[in-house]
Each structure stands twice: as C-alpha cells, then as structure tokens.
C-alpha cells in the first residue's frame, strides 16, 4: 500500500514567543516494511536553524529554533510512504520465551545487542513483579514467545477501556495499571512493562493508521491523530509489531514514524519556549492511500 | 576486647603521640605497628611539638575563624539561620611520602586513560560489547548511558578533563580505589581552600617538610582547557546549580580562583546552535563550559532532567561543535561502580596493560558467577544498587551491609538479586587504614579515605599533589561506614626538593594568575548586586532606626515632659518597627517593662520583620547570591555583621549597654562593607548596579522618613529634624555647615535638594542618572528608556523645586507641595526598579516545556 501522509500542528500563543527550541521525531524512518518514497517538513515561519540527523536509535530527527518573535507555530509533515504486508511467524512454531534473555545476554552479534537494549528499565517503563504476576498469566512455562504476546494483547484489549480523560502524557504505567484505562501510548507502555518484566524485549512504535478504512471495514481506534503500539522480539524471526489498542498484529495499516524504548525517545514534538502566555495546540493528522504516489497537496 | 584498645603505645617521647591508640591488624598513616614514628611524619610531628599548647589553641582558633568566614561548605540557608557548619576541618593533615605519591600518581593516570578509552568506546564502536569484554547489560540497563551522546565524539577525543577517585588503603598497606567521580568530580575547591586556610593560620607545621604546592596543578588545568578551546581568547563558564546545591561553595572558589564566569542554566542560551552568556552588555559567546550539574540535567529538549538547570540546545550546539563541555556529556557512565569489576580486564584489552591500583572487589550480580558468589557471602558484603539513586530497603544510607541487615530484608534482597540480578551490585567490605586526627588535645587515629584530582592538560593527564582528605567521625575501618562519614584534612604531598616556602601561603587572590578571560556580568548577576546594594542599604537604615528607637525610649521615657514631645518622633519609630506604643498607664507609672520586652525581641527575636537578626540574615543570603562578586573581605565583614547579629543576648532582659554596642558595631561594619564597594571594587557595570541598588533604597527611604516627620506638625519643636538628621547621617554635616540647632528649611535643603551632600535625595538621583548613562543600551532607539525617563522626570522636579515652598503650609496646616515631592520620589524608587530589571535582568524569560500536550492516542 502506499499512502500519503499529512501530520500538522499547530501552535498558538495568547504573547508572543520570542524564541524557541523544537525537536521533532516527524518524518517517517525507512525500515524491512515500507520505504519512504518522498517526505518534507516544512516550518512556518521560517526556522532560523534546522538541522535533520538520525538519532540514536537511527530515526530521523529535526532540531529547529525559531529566534523571531511569533505567536503562531505550524510544523507540517508530508509523506508518501509504502507499506509492505508484515509476514509474522506462525505463534505455536516461536521459540519459548523463557530463554530468551539467558540466549541475548551472551550473544554479542547486531542482532542479539540491537534485542538485548529493549528489555531493561527506560525512563517512563520499569518493570516490577505485578507486571510479572499479570503476564504470567498468558505465558505457561515453556510456552511459544508469541502464542504469549498475542494472548497478552488480547487481554490488555478486553481488560482495559479506551478512555482519553483517563490519563496524560505523563500518567505512570503503575496508574494505568491500576484503573485499566488509558490511550494507545498507556496500553503499549504497559505490554512493554508486561514484556520486559519476563526478560523479552519489547520496544515502543509511533506512527500513523490509515485515516478512513476500505469500504467493509471499522475504522481503527487512533487513526485521528498520531497512533502508537510496540514491537515484541521474536527469536529467530526479528521484531513482530502489535498493536493492543486494536488487538491486532500490525500489518499493512500502521505507518511506522520512530521506535524506541518508550515515549520519551520518540515523543513527535519537544521543546522549550520562552514566552507565550497560554497556548493551543491543534493536531491534524490525514493518513490517505495515494491515488498515484504524489504528495496530496 | 573492644575494636579502640591500643596493642601498643608510641615509643617515642612526642607529648601529642603519648596515647595514640593503634588499632589492631590496621595500617596507621603515622605509626608503624611497633609504634615507632613513619620517617615522612617526622617534620609535621616537630612542628607540632615546638608549639606551645597555647599557641597551638590560639592558631587553632585563627583557622576556625578563617573557615567560618569563607562559609566552606556552609549551606546559605543554614547560615542564615545560624546553624553551625557540618564540615570540620581537621588540622592535622594526612602526609604522603614523595614513593607513594609517585606511585599513586602512575595509578591515578593509568585509571584516567582507561576510563577515558572506555568512554570513546562506549559512545563510539561498542566495540567491548562486540567483542564481549564487557556485557552489553552494563550498558543498555544502565540509566547514564545517555543514548543521545552517541556519536558526539569530543575534541581531542577527551571525556574525562576532570577525573577524581577516592582512594584507601587496606590493612597490608596497599592503595585501593573507593569509587571513581567522572560525572562532575567535586572537590578540588574545598582542597584548595583547606589548603589556604592551613597556610595562613599553621604556618609553623609546614617549615619542616618540602610539600607540593597546588597551584601549578591548577594551573596546567587551566592551559588544558584553553587547548581544547581552540581558541586564543576563550570564554570559559562553569555552570552550577545554584547557592542552595551541595557543591556551591566548590563552584564559586573554583571559577574565582580561575578567573571564570560563574553560571545558572538561566544565564546560558543556545541562539543558532551556538551557546551565549546573557550578560547586562548582550549575549556573549561561550567556548567552553566546566560541567557542575549532571548531564542528564543538562538539556530538558533531549533528556528528561530538571529544566531549570540545564540549557536547551545544549546537545545540538555541542554536535555542532561550537562549545566544549567539560566533562562531556555522557561521562558520568563509568562511573558506575559495576564497572569496577571489569577494569583489570579492560585495562589489558584497551591500553594492554596491567591495572596498577586494584579497585575495591566488586560483583555485578548481572553476570551468573557473580550473583552465585554474592548470594553465598551475602552477610559479609555491601549491596548496592547498581544504577539508581534511590535507597534500597528505604535505608536512609547506602550501600546496605549485609552484616547488618534482617532476616526478612535479607530474604528480600536475595530475592531480587536472583530475578533482577543486574540492578544490584556488591562490594567486599574494606577495612580502612587510621590517621591522626587532633582530638582533645591529643591525637587520635581515624580511618581516612583520599580524594585524589586529575586534570586533563595539554600532554595528557596530571594530578593535584595534594588532595581532600576524609575522616570518620568513629574508629569503625570499613569502608563503607566512611562514606556516611564526616570531617576533613589537608593532604600533603612531600617533595625531595626544596619548593619555595612563600608558595604554601599563596592566596587565591595572588596566585600566579591563570589568565583572566575577562569579567563578564551575567544578567542574573547584575540582578543580584543590584539587590546586594539595596540589602545592604536597608541593613543601615533598619540599624539607624533600631538605634534611635532604643535612644529615645531607654534614655528619656522616664520624662514625662520628653516624652510628649517626642510623640510624633517616636510613633513614626514604633510603626516603622511595629512595636506597640505604651499605654497610658504604663507611661504615667513610668513602667517600661512592656516597652523593653519588645525591643529585646526586635534585638534578639527571629521571624520578625525589621529585627536585627532578620535584616542580618537576609543580607547575608543576598550576598551569597552574588558571592562570586565579592571579594574575600567584603564577604567577612558581612558574614561578621550577621555573626554579630546572631550572638546570643546579654540576659532575658534588655541590656542596653549591650544592645546600642551590637547596634554601632553593625553599624561600623556596614560602613566597611561600603567602604570596600567604594574603594575596592572597580568601577565595571557590576559595581553599577551594586551602587544603584543602594541609591535607590536610601533615596525611597529617606522620601518615606521626611514624610512622615515633615509634611504635617511643627518639626522644629518636637524633635523631628534632630532625629531625622540622625537617620540621615547628617548630624555633622548640619551642624558644621549652620552652628545651630535645626531648622526647617536647612534641614529640607540638605536632606532633599543640596546635590553636594551623599545623604540627600538629589545626590542620589543625580547618581543614578550617571549610572545610567554609562551603562551599555541598545543604541538603536533613539528615545530615552523608561528608567531613564523616571530619573530625569525626578531630577527636574528636584532641581526645580523652591525651599520656601516646600515649607509652605496650606490651609489643613499641611506641607502639600513637599508631600506630593517626596510621593513622586517615593513612588518612582519601585518603578525605577521595575524598569532596570526589565531592561537589563530578564532578557531572559522564564523557559517551559512545549511538549504537554501532543500525544499519542
């Protein structure tokens, strides 16, 4: 599938701004399931400084500052991306989870450091045993990593409610936990905690989900603004992305923007401003297929 | 047999050694086991024995002092509320003989470039991790690998230009490291001042021995910072927390020893990727800054510290590579103590040499071998988390010896350790070696540990031949029980040649100067002084009050016939301070009981507005802010004024003798304070804004005092004018200038209108106008800035202003056009200030998050 992608938002300020920092996870990365055949980042007005680079987790990432006094700010992502079916392992043939960090802790290869880096503590996830006692549920002894996750999912599907007033951006996932509610972002923090508390890796994904689904189909849960879901490792597969929101296994729907550790590696938009009162922030995300692989304008 | 009991006594005749109490199976720095004298002891023990006990008491004495008025380690706070310092200083300093120092010295630079290479790795290739030197757990679960240091590789490939280790020794005599400091290494500050203050109050102790000085280390320090500069004229800025943090005291004695710029996180901006100082004369670019808050504070855009310390677009200006911080960012990784464990063989692996100072023996329980060991020799181990900085077990002290933990705790540190094995690290217990310390006039054993400092200089790395000295409270020789520990020596390092003696006794103020890199204002600075001077003013114009108060009422209330004439004196004095008027009845008793309670705790009292130990208090915290302005003498004397203060009252009655000496002392110390402002301090925007802040106080409280005793009633008669002149320091001058007792008119002229004379109102306007007109301003607007529209508005209406008229009453028998003068002075001080801090302290407003609100859904 190849889908044009539009990501704005929109700052306003009640006083002007008279400068600012801005560091942006917006453009799409390139990986196994999809090419980024075109993307631009435009900002209005004009930066004084842009500067794109990866980071560390080879996402690509835009530091900004605006050095003019302004009272609006409009970051504008627009992509043309590809996305190719995602080809999971079949669950029964996945190999027990239980050895899984005992096999990554000696295993110096690329492949074993770039899975053995997402199961220990991060800033916004830490495991503890109630996250343990939880898991344990979906993952019998020697049972197959993935016949675990996806049950795991589904649990975290059916026990949790979606519900927006529940929690912020910055909620602990003890408290998401505790009142079995929250967004994409609490339900993927909180399988991440699941999954790391077994010693399987798991890493967070933001992205996008198709706006308005093909005729038949619901509308997926997150597609009206920036979506987020995580990816569990699968040895001898690689990374398989879930998604527990919608209870699904990511296929050909998600548009992955950045992984990391948690939110914090990859928030879309950071900053620090010096000024500006109170503000509102306006977020429209459009994710279409293309009609002709052109940017939508 | 209790741990204290001597195994054998000194058998030398030394008075001071009669009773030195080694302990049993401890290397004692001093004494061997057979209690005969080390040789590198002899000279620091013959100095001590040609004093005298007197002599000695009186030094003694002198270095407190010195101590306590350099405020080391003084938290402001405290200080201010009159708690004694937590840190002594030991006199008695730990010796190193020239052997031992050398091999130290090989030890601590081998360690400096191991950890060096480490770092480079780390952030770097990995290539330990790919090569399987070191577990890639280490790393990845560790919270001071700071991923967005990747890759941001520093100048000259150097991470570490500081690096401090703690070292002790073992009971077989050999050198240990504690802990290694990479993230901000603290200390090096509270080493050199011990060091001052030893050589200036003991000088005696160091003419037997040939010690290294310290200022050449500082020295190359210094030169190596200027190298990774690249620059020839560098501006160089150490950023600290603030006041309030534990290692202020270091930072401000570091960057006045070194002539750097003293800065908050608020100070610094980063404008096109390139980091500026905010001083009152613009922004000022930085080139280098000496790192005094951890990294993961340091850039709130690309880590989630505290962002009032740091400076956001910190991160992308170094990849940019227009500044150099030091440490780099990262650096506080190896300071992990998991890593210790690792090093023997990372220092074969990367420098393919042997490890000359073996580390205290580590476990990190994240490896299988180890955790096994460690949970078989749980009870005779200290545990520890391996990363975090929070307390395990709620203990409100780490690590958690296993000796002294509880069943229940025990089983559930076992329990951890088997499932979160890499969270946990454990040490062996080290038993530490003694030295003495002087105790009751005697001295005693104690188990030390050292603080050694490297700089990173322009052909590798040097050590301080000196260093800080710790010591434990108790004779307990583990280690870890000297971390909770307490007081501190001089260290010194003997030398075979002879150093100049003079060199020990150099002060930071004329040491062979590093050079200056020039004095810029930071606009928070010129904050600072500006309330400096006004602190500083109110302080004298409380204290005048407070005298004149304690005059009129101790002295005259007893007549009756006084006292009515006074009355409107001595209510415009008592609302001022709050105390209540006496009644009636207590007046016709003549009772002063009521009276003299009140002024004892405006004296003596706390928490109260206008009281002595009050205005002290808040002076003294206002010039810990701008302590780095000050130099050592106006600091004293202002530490003196509040000591002063703070002394303990004469009895629970009022004393008065003792009271109006405390205030004249006050008074005469503030005089020297402004005394020192005035002939000491050069004539930079600095003093500009010290001298306006004062300026502005006494012009807006001289306006409130005429109001009150001019505007209505007949000052000639009751008192006023005298007591005025006497607020206003003007007593001799009038009576010089006119030979007679006070009258209206004069008394108007000089206080308000005569430019001539330092106490009137015009002379401090006129002043201020001066001020503004040399201090640096946009000179792209054409207009006059709001505060210099005050001034000048102000200086017309002063100038202008007819005496007779002044003193011209209306019709309610009020002085209205003097009234509505003084309203205007009165009201204009506080918009003058509004528009100075407007102007030159907040082109910095205050930074928030933008990030609050976008989120994933």
């Not at chain 2, 002063?798 to 056009?817: K, N, S, V, W, Y």
Request: proline content about 6%; glycine content about 8%; charged content about 20%.
């Amino acid at each position: 599938m190849i889908y044009d992608v539009s990501h704005r938002t929109t700052y306003r300020y009640s006083i002007p701004v008279s400068f600012s920092h801005h560091r942006m996870h917006l453009t799409p990365r390139a990986c196994a399931q999809q090419v980024c055949h075109r993307t631009a980042l435009s900002v209005s007005p004009n930066p004084t400084t842009q500067t794109s680079s990866e980071d560390y987790f080879g996402n690509p990432v835009t530091n900004v500052t605006l050095q003019d006094q302004h009272k609006e700010l409009s970051l504008h992502s627009r992509s043309v991306i590809e996305v190719k079916p995602a080809s999971p392992p079949e669950p029964s043939g996945t190999a027990p989870w239980d050895g899984i960090y005992q096999n990554l802790y000696g295993d110096p290869s690329d492949t074993g450091l770039d899975a053995i880096q997402y199961v220990f503590n991060s800033p916004l996830v830490a495991s503890n045993s109630a996250y343990t006692d939880y898991a344990a549920m979906s993952f019998a002894a020697g049972a197959p990593v993935m016949v675990g996750a996806l049950d795991l999912t589904r649990r975290i599907y059916e026990e949790f409610t979606y519900d927006p007033t529940a929690t912020t951006v910055s909620t602990p996932v003890d408290e998401v936990f505790a009142g079995r509610r929250g967004v994409c972002q609490d339900f993927a923090h909180f399988q991440i905690a699941c999954l790391r508390s077994l010693g399987i890796p798991a890493r967070y994904v933001s992205g996008y989900l198709l706006t308005h689904p093909p005729e038949g189909k619901e509308r997926l849960v997150g597609a009206d603004a920036s979506h987020a879901w995580l990816s569990v490792w699968c040895p001898g597969h690689g990374w398989v992305d879930l998604d527990p929101t919608n209870n699904l296994v990511v296929s050909e729907e998600h548009i992955t923007v950045a992984w990391g550790r948690d939110y914090s590696d990859v928030s879309p938009i950071k900053g620090a401003i010096f000024g500006g009162g109170a503000h509102t922030i306006d977020v429209a995300v459009d994710v279409v297929p293309a009609a002709n692989g052109s940017v939508a304008r | 047999m209790t741990a204290t009991r001597p195994t054998s006594k000194a058998t030398f005749s030394g008075i001071h050694c009669r009773d030195y109490g080694l302990l049993p199976g401890i290397h004692d720095e001093m004494m061997t086991q057979d209690g005969s004298l080390r040789e590198h002891w002899q000279g620091f023990v013959t100095g001590l024995e040609k004093m005298s006990p007197e002599g000695l008491e009186s030094r003694l004495r002198k270095a407190d002092r010195l101590l306590r008025e350099n405020g080391l380690t003084y938290s402001i706070a405290a200080a201010a509320e009159g708690v004694e310092r937590p840190w002594e200083l030991d006199f008695v300093p730990m010796v190193l003989s020239t052997a031992e120092w050398e091999h130290l010295q090989t030890g601590l630079v081998q360690r400096a470039r191991l950890l060096n290479a480490i770092l480079t790795d780390l952030y770097g290739p990995k290539r330990l991790l790919r090569d399987n030197h070191l577990p890639a757990a280490l790393i990845f679960a560790n919270p001071h690998f700071l991923r967005p240091c990747h890759g941001m590789e520093p100048r000259d490939g150097i991470y570490l230009h500081l690096y401090a280790a703690d070292l002790g020794r073992g009971p077989d005599g050999r050198w240990w490291v504690l802990a290694d400091r990479t993230q901000a290494p603290l200390g090096a500050g509270y080493a050199l001042e011990n060091r001052v203050v030893m050589s200036r109050s003991l000088r005696n102790l160091f003419r037997f021995n040939h010690i290294h000085r310290l200022a050449a280390f500082f020295q190359a320090m210094h030169n190596g910072l200027m190298a990774r500069t690249g620059r020839d004229d560098p501006r160089i800025v150490l950023l600290t927390p603030g006041p309030s943090a534990e290692g202020y005291f270091d930072h401000a004695y570091l960057a006045r020893y070194l002539g750097y710029t003293l800065a908050g996180g608020a100070d610094l901006t980063v404008r096109s990727n390139r980091v500026f100082l905010k001083t009152v004369e613009g922004l000022k670019p930085v080139d280098l800054i000496i790192r005094g808050i951890d990294a993961e504070h340091c850039d709130s855009i690309e880590l989630r510290g505290n962002p009032g310390l740091g400076v956001s677009g910190l991160f992308e200006a170094v990849r940019a590579g227009t500044v150099t911080v030091a440490n780099a960012l990262g650096s506080g990784l190896v300071e992990t103590r998991a890593f210790m464990a690792f090093l023997p063989k990372l220092c074969r692996v990367l420098l393919d040499e042997d490890l000359i100072l073996p580390n205290t023996a580590t476990w990190w329980c994240g490896q299988n071998g180890a955790r096994e060991h460690v949970l078989k020799n749980l009870d005779h181990l200290a545990i520890d988390l391996a990363f975090e900085r929070r307390p395990l077990l709620s203990k409100t002290s780490r690590p958690v010896l296993g000796s002294e933990l509880a069943a229940k705790e025990m089983r559930a540190i076992e329990n951890d350790v088997s499932t979160r094995g890499h969270d946990y690290v454990a040490q062996e217990m080290v038993s530490l070696s003694t030295t003495p310390v002087w105790l009751n006039g005697a001295l005693q054993p104690r188990p030390m540990s050292v603080r050694m400092f490297l700089a990173a200089a322009e052909d590798g790395y040097t050590v301080m031949p000196g260093g800080l000295t710790r010591v434990s409270a108790t004779s307990d020789p583990r280690a870890v029980v000297l971390r909770r520990g307490t007081g501190s020596k001089d260290t010194w390092v003997l030398s075979d040649t002879v150093v100049p003696a003079f060199s020990l006794l150099t002060s930071p103020s004329n040491a062979p100067a590093p050079r200056r890199t020039g004095k810029d204002i930071p606009s928070h600075s010129a904050d600072n002084l500006f309330w400096l001077g006004r602190s500083a003013e109110r302080a004298e114009d409380t204290l005048r009050v407070l005298r004149s108060v304690l005059r009129r009422l101790t002295e005259e209330i007893e007549l009756e016939h006084d006292l009515n004439a006074l009355e409107g004196v001595v209510r415009v004095l008592l609302k001022k301070t709050g105390i209540r008027p006496p009644t009636q009845q207590e007046r016709q008793l003549g009772d002063t009981v009521a009276l003299e309670r009140q002024i004892h705790s405006l004296l003596y009292g706390r928490d109260r507005p206008y009281a002595l130990l009050d205005t002290a208090g808040n002076l003294l915290r206002t010039a810990a802010q701008a302590r780095d302005w000050l130099s050592a003498e106006a600091w004293r004397t202002i530490n003196g004024f509040h000591m002063n203060a703070a002394r303990p009252p004469a009895g629970a009655t009022l004393d008065v003798g003792d009271s109006l000496e405390r205030l004249d002392d006050g008074l005469q110390m503030l005089a020297a304070f402004s005394g020192m402002e005035s002939e000491n301090m050069t004539r930079d925007n600095g003093w500009r804004f010290l001298d306006m802040g004062r300026r502005v106080e006494r012009a807006r409280h001289l306006s409130g005092l005429m109001k009150s005793l001019l505007v209505a009633g007949d000052p000639e008669e009751d008192g006023s004018l005298v007591l005025l002149l006497e607020l206003a320091d003007s007593v001799m001058t009038y009576r010089w200038r006119y030979l007679s007792t006070p009258s209206l008119a004069p008394v108007i002229d000089l206080l308000l209108t005569d430019e001539t004379n330092p106490r009137s109102i015009a002379f401090q306007i006129n002043l201020m106008d001066q001020h503004m007109k040399d201090l640096p301003r946009d000179l792209i607007l054409p207009a006059r800035s709001i505060e210099q529209r005050i001034i000048l508005s102000l200086l017309t209406d002063i100038r202008l202003a007819e005496i007779p008229a002044l003193c011209q009453r209306d019709r309610r028998g009020r002085r209205a056009e003097l009234a509505s003068l003084l309203g205007q002075v009165e009201n204009g001080m506080p918009e003058f200030s509004e528009a100075i801090t407007r102007s030159y302290f907040s082109h910095t407003e205050a930074q928030r998050p933008a990030d609050v609100v976008v989120r994933s859904s």
